[in-house]
């Protein structure tokens, strides 16, 4: 049975047909609006109708990850922050009532953690999977329980942690993908916001690209040393776009998480997801 997939971020909604073999037949990319001049509701609406027409689909299964915080079972966004306006008390099940015979509505962290363990066989029975990339999210799961939401859907919020009065930032302000390129940036790296050239440079030793990915993993290994003590996983994957870099990107932020923890504590391995693309997708239509 093909069932649609829609993934919302900060930067791109993501639209996908997916079969019974778990294989994308379609698939397409738009740069997320302003969500004033024009809503992502009906942006989403569009896509998912246009999959629905082309292919001749029957009020198919359509599943949705969001950024922000998601009240599944409403499968509504109740919570967002600074990251996308205009977006809370939107409502996919009754905004897309008349496409659907069913729908599963994920939080985007969340949504990425099922889709890699639909996709992917892990041995932990308890795994943390942070995202990096315009925000930093969080998703919590137990063999189980599933995918921990929270009493008000607001677990694993962790981009909110951290927040220092000197600078006026969280976690996700000074560690997130968004971040990396902000501090690129500042430091006026000579190839603008291109990360991944940036980890290219740093791997041939030049001392500007390395400065500048030492002072973010820095801050980024702050932030996984809170995610440890809090919910002591068995593993810990980091996810979004940037996890692709792999060992390049774990060597830079493995070390420096003990220096933010009592002596001797330790913490579980880190290593990125196995999903480089589209994991949110799999797990958009996957039951939490």
């Known amino acids: 049975m093909n069932q649609i997939a829609i993934d919302i971020g900060g930067t791109n909604i993501k639209a996908a047909l997916i079969n019974e073999n778990?294989?994308?037949k379609d698939y397409k990319k738009i740069s997320t609006p302003d969500n004033v001049q024009t809503l992502i509701i009906d942006e989403v609406y569009q896509l998912a109708h246009e999959?629905?027409?082309k292919h001749k689909l029957d009020k198919p299964h359509i599943g949705i990850s969001s950024a922000g915080v998601v009240d599944s079972e409403l499968g509504e966004i109740v919570y967002t922050g600074p990251t996308i306006k205009n977006f809370d008390g939107t409502n996919f099940r009754r905004s897309l009532k008349d496409l659907y015979s069913?729908?599963?509505v994920h939080n985007d962290v969340d949504a990425a953690l099922l889709g890699e363990l639909s996709l992917n066989d892990y041995e932990e029975d308890n795994i943390f999977c942070l995202t990096l990339g315009t925000g930093i999210g969080g998703a919590f799961y137990n063999q189980q329980l599933g995918v921990y939401g929270g009493a008000r859907y607001r677990a694993n919020e962790i981009g909110y942690l951290l927040y220092r009065d000197t600078d006026q930032k969280t976690f996700e302000q000074r560690a997130s993908t968004s971040a990396?390129?902000?501090?690129?940036?500042?430091r006026d790296f000579q190839y603008g916001t291109d990360v991944p050239k940036l980890f290219e440079l740093a791997q041939t030793n030049d001392k500007q690209a390395q400065a500048i990915l030492e002072e973010w993993a820095t801050y980024v290994a702050e932030g996984i040393a809170q995610i440890q003590i809090i919910y002591d996983p068995g593993l810990i994957l980091i996810g979004g776009g940037i996890s692709s870099q792999g060992e390049n990107l774990i060597q830079y932020i493995e070390p420096k998480i003990n220096q933010f923890l009592p002596p001797n504590y330790g913490h579980a391995p880190i290593q990125?997801?196995?999903t480089e693309n589209h994991a949110a997708l799999f797990g958009a239509i996957t039951e939490g």
């Open 22 to 24: 778990q294989e994308i």
């Open 51 to 53: 999959l629905i027409t």
């Open 102 to 104: 069913s729908m599963t």
């Open 180 to 186: 990396l390129k902000a501090l690129m940036q500042e």
């Open 272 to 274: 990125t997801t196995k």
